[in-house]
């Protein structure tokens, strides 16, 4: 399980749920549902959901969901790479969005939000979203924002959190960041789970990476375990947009947008020097997505480097000669994560992430030594955090939006250690540990991947094709 974003934690102790005992269902939530979490029967919703949702009142002609509609996993017939895809979602997935009954009375809901791990654009928008969802269409009125991550709810004395209102979420989404000061680690289910039950909190939104829906689920089998009735409901976040299963994860296209600008920026300095070459190093520990989409917006890389593909350094400065003799210059996008097995350290921080060595300056300080005696040059732009940190673009925010919505109407319907992402562009609920099992790569035979090879003219040596 990754640890990236320092949430994950070990288990809660104790006797451990039945929901370990066998791979989750995407398509089968009873053990998912307030109602059903008990117990090995099968999820009844529109039978077991018993309150009238005030939005049928507030929008008389809403188009309300009926509470079993799903949405296929793969929807691609005589797919030529089936042996690719997996199974995972062969049940379908539950769609998230308003049902005309509820499981949950609103007067009764008082609700949390966190956001853990590191900033990505669109976590304001996320918590204006739930807030304001909570507040006007089901007229809760406490709601509380927890403070640095897991830590605010292991701690709320030293992490004191903050009420959240319409008036007081009204502008966060125009800026990056997080008003709740996103934190790493923390972790303690038993801990959280007390103070759960100490503040009567019986709504939990949960915003971040795959540990911290990891960690988001072994807080809902601490929860099971004492029959502490809460609805836990992830948000996944991940700039690098590795997030399985799901379409797309927030933040990630403002992200590309960012990175696209620093690769214009290269361009610009190598196309303004005798045998330049400009090198970008953008973020992607375990996954080349930005890098792949960056260098498909910008339409001036000729060179990708992603964690995905290992590379030959002798294939890749010849690609930098023979470019440099085509065009005069070079532009290079490469990942954080790529190239590992070149610059590798060997170690860990403290919270057990690899310590990744920096292959940016590495392919500088290569590029400067084989250009220097024919006079060429690299221009180096590391960017780091200033893709994450800016502020959310406008499709962003409306993703973010969407997902906010569904994530309140998928707590507010009783779901429990779920978490809320598009699939085929419809907002679904997936069970937080299916979703946390692994990470998403970029695929080497998808259409974006050969549509980056064949855009940048790369060798097939460096492609991995």
């Not at 018993?50 to 929008?59: A, D, T």
């Not at 289910?189 to 540990?211: H, P, Q, R, S, Y």
Request: aromatic letters at 6%; a neutral charge; charged letters at 20%.
């Amino acid at each position: 399980m990754s640890k990236r974003d320092g949430a994950s934690a070990p288990a809660s102790g104790g006797k451990k749920a039945k929901v370990e005992d066998a791979t989750p269902s995407s398509g089968k939530l009873g053990p998912y549902h307030l109602s059903s979490w008990q117990g090995d029967v099968e999820l009844l919703e529109g039978e077991n959901n018993k309150v009238l949702s005030p939005m049928v009142k507030l929008y008389p002609k809403f188009q309300f969901l009926n509470p079993d509609e799903r949405v296929m996993g793969n929807i691609i017939i005589n797919d030529a790479k089936a042996d690719t895809r997996s199974d995972a979602l062969k049940d379908g997935t539950v769609r998230g969005n308003a049902c005309k009954m509820i499981f949950w009375e609103p007067s009764t809901v008082k609700a949390a939000i966190v956001t853990c791990g590191g900033l990505c654009p669109g976590l304001n928008s996320v918590i204006r979203g739930i807030t304001n969802c909570l507040w006007n269409d089901y007229d809760v009125r406490s709601i509380i924002g927890i403070t640095s991550g897991y830590n605010g709810l292991v701690n709320v004395g030293k992490h004191p959190p903050m009420e959240l209102t319409p008036d007081v979420v009204c502008e966060i989404h125009m800026k990056g960041g997080s008003v709740l000061k996103a934190g790493r680690g923390g972790f303690d289910a038993e801990k959280i789970c007390n103070t759960l039950e100490c503040l009567a909190i019986n709504m939990l939104f949960v915003i971040g990476g795959d540990g911290t829906q990891y960690a988001g689920h072994l807080l809902y089998e601490a929860a099971r375990q004492r029959n502490l009735p809460v609805s836990i409901v992830g948000v996944p976040k991940s700039i690098d947009n590795d997030v399985l299963f799901i379409d797309r994860t927030f933040g990630f296209n403002t992200a590309v947008s960012a990175a696209s600008t620093c690769i214009r920026n290269a361009w610009v300095e190598a196309t303004s020097c005798e045998k330049g070459v400009g090198i970008v190093k953008l973020m992607g520990r375990d996954a080349g997505f930005i890098c792949v989409n960056a260098a498909l917006a910008s339409n001036i890389v000729d060179l990708v480097m992603i964690p995905e593909v290992q590379v030959n350094l002798t294939d890749v400065l010849k690609y930098v000669d023979e470019t440099i003799e085509r065009k005069g210059y070079m532009v290079i996008a490469v990942a954080e994560g790529a190239g590992q097995e070149h610059v590798a350290t060997g170690d860990l921080d403290a919270t057990g992430h690899t310590v990744y060595g920096d292959i940016g300056t590495f392919m500088r300080d290569l590029v400067n030594k084989h250009l220097k005696p024919v006079g060429g040059r690299s221009f180096y732009i590391d960017p780091s955090y200033i893709v994450r940190s800016v502020p959310i673009d406008p499709n962003d925010h409306i993703y973010c939006s969407r997902l906010a919505n569904d994530a309140v109407h998928t707590a507010m319907r009783g779901y429990t250690g779920v978490c809320v992402g598009a699939i085929h562009n419809v907002i679904c609920m997936l069970p937080s540990r299916l979703i946390a099992s692994g990470k998403k790569q970029v695929k080497l035979r998808s259409s974006g991947w050969q549509t980056c090879v064949q855009n940048c003219k790369m060798p097939f040596c460096l492609a991995a094709m």
